[in-house]
Structures are given as structure tokens and as C-alpha cells.
């Protein structure tokens, strides 16, 4: 076993859990935080040290985390900023094992765009205070390389997909909705193709670096939905006029941003080859899952 290889994740959500699990098989000691005193538990029976986030203090994060070689940021920032960086931010600069520290933003930091091309010299605009909160989280950790050499690196993610977590459930489940807005593009990425991105950089960190995370083909959120129910053999949900659909406010504002994203750097810089380079190929793999496991 590689003990000298220590993962720690604030957050362990879909992502983190996943990149946990994968470094588990490969020696590593994984460890992170939940919110959730239910999914502590249930990360503990998957072999993961977990612990809760709102119950540490500054001055009390746990040996998991002040040995950790790498650290992966999970958690969204909140009316008050990032709370990672806001309660822990100076410990974890003074870490004395740290390589590299990932931050996971979004490619919502871009904002609307009319549908053209974005890659990571793309300005940032806040539509939102959501968004404004996220792009001043992603400055406050890119401040403290220069301040702190500390080993930042940012990752902004498109729309996450996976298995449990796709229009494939949605579909069977009879959630799935064909929202229609003209010449909407939306980016997205499978849960493992962002595992494979973070442990490529794991092994290259390159400190302050920014990277998109998505696959090669944007694409119109409706025909996502069409494909998925082909897929399960079902005919696809009615459509619907965005500007006439009952809409949450979250919803509309993610329908409000339209661009597509470029990934040319995680494949140039870090090597990464996508393991479905577009949502055919993930939707694809994840159904041919699901009717492995009946």
C-alpha cells in the first residue's frame, strides 16, 4: 500500500466519494467531511473516515486532514463566502505535507455568452449572487498561491452526470422534462471523466492552474432527454416551451446562461482522454450498467 498518499475531501459528495473510491483501490488513505451524521455512516461501512464538517473548528481538523498530501474542495460557498476558506484557509496554507489542493467551481462563472465558445482566458461576469459567490471563491484560493505558495488548482465543471444521477433515472422515474429553448447549448461531463482530470493533475499539479471540465460536444438539453429515451425504450417526455414552462428560479437561471464550452487544456495540458467524450457514450455506458445489475 502507498501510505504516503493521503486524500482528504471537504464535501464528500457524488464527486468526491467517487474519486475517493478510486484512489482507495490504488493504496490510498481517503478521508473527508459530510454535513450528513446519516452518511457518515454510511461512509464508514465503505471504508472512508468521515467527519462533520460543521462540527470543526478552526484550530480542529482532524490528523486525517493535517496529513493529508492532497485535498479536494467540495463544498459550495454560502451567504458568507466559501466556508472552507473562510474557517480553515490560513491551516491548510501551513500544511507541511500538502502537493495540491483542488478546488471544484463551475462553468457557470462565465455566465451568458449567446451560445459562443468559452475556454479559461474567458472573462468571468456574475449574473447571480450564486455565481458572484463563486467566482470570488475561486479568487480567494488562486490568493493564496502567491501569498502562501499554496498548491491551488481550479476546476470548473460543467453539468454532472453519471450513474443513479442521469436522464436515464430520470426517465424511468417519469421526472425527465424536454425543456425547448432555441439554440440553447448546455456543456456537461460524466462523474468519471472528472475523476480521471483530478487524478491526471494529482500527478502533474501545476500550481494556479484553471481548468474546464466537460466533454467535446455541447448540446440542447432536450435532445439529452430524446436520446435518453431511446435508450430505455420509451417515448419521450412531451415537449415544453421554455418561456411558457413552470419553472423554479434555479431552473430558469441555469437556462438563462447559454455557452459552450472548450476543453482543450485538460487534453493538452494534462494528457486526459475522455472516457465519453460526449453524453451519447456516457448515457450509453450508464444504461448498459443498469440492466447489468437487474
Excluded at 480542529?60 to 492532497?70: K, R
Aim: include cysteine; aromatic fraction near 8%; charge should be negative.
Amino acid at each position: 500500500m502507498n501510505q504516503s498518499k493521503r486524500y482528504f475531501c471537504f464535501g464528500l459528495g457524488y464527486t468526491g466519494q467517487r474519486l475517493a473510491g478510486k484512489l482507495a483501490t490504488q493504496g490510498w488513505l481517503v478521508a473527508g467531511t459530510t454535513r450528513s451524521p446519516e452518511k457518515r455512516d454510511q461512509l464508514a461501512a465503505a471504508g472512508i473516515d468521515a467527519y462533520r464538517f460543521d462540527a470543526l473548528a478552526a484550530d480542529e481538523l482532524p490528523q486525517a486532514c493535517m496529513e493529508a498530501t492532497h485535498i479536494l474542495i467540495s463544498i459550495p460557498p454560502d451567504e458568507g463566502g466559501d466556508p472552507v476558506f473562510r474557517h480553515h484557509g490560513q491551516t491548510l496554507a501551513a500544511l507541511p505535507n500538502l502537493q495540491w489542493l483542488g478546488y471544484l467551481s463551475t462553468t457557470g462563472v462565465y455566465g451568458d455568452c449567446a451560445g459562443e465558445w468559452v475556454d479559461e482566458a474567458s472573462p468571468t461576469h456574475a449574473m447571480d449572487g450564486r455565481v458572484r459567490r463563486r467566482i470570488d471563491a475561486e479568487t480567494q484560493w488562486l490568493s493564496m498561491v502567491g501569498t502562501h505558495r499554496l498548491p491551488t488548482h481550479i476546476f470548473r465543471l460543467a453539468g454532472i452526470y453519471g450513474p443513479d444521477n442521469s436522464q436515464i433515472d430520470r426517465v424511468r422515474a417519469g421526472t425527465a422534462r424536454r425543456i425547448v429553448k432555441a439554440g440553447q447549448y448546455f456543456s456537461r461531463i460524466h462523474v468519471d471523466d472528472i475523476v480521471a482530470v483530478l487524478m491526471a493533475s494529482m500527478h502533474q499539479p501545476a500550481i494556479g492552474e484553471i481548468y474546464n471540465v466537460c466533454d467535446d460536444l455541447p448540446a440542447a438539453p432536450e435532445a439529452v432527454v430524446v436520446y435518453a429515451a431511446e435508450l430505455c425504450g420509451v417515448v419521450p417526455p412531451p415537449e415544453e416551451s421554455y418561456e411558457q414552462a413552470p419553472l423554479s428560479d434555479m431552473m430558469r437561471s441555469f437556462f438563462s446562461a447559454n455557452r459552450r464550452v472548450r476543453n482543450d487544456k485538460i487534453k493538452t495540458k494534462l494528457g486526459v482522454e475522455l472516457a465519453y467524450p460526449t453524453y451519447q457514450e456516457g448515457l450509453r455506458s450508464i444504461f448498459d450498467l443498469s440492466k447489468s445489475m437487474i
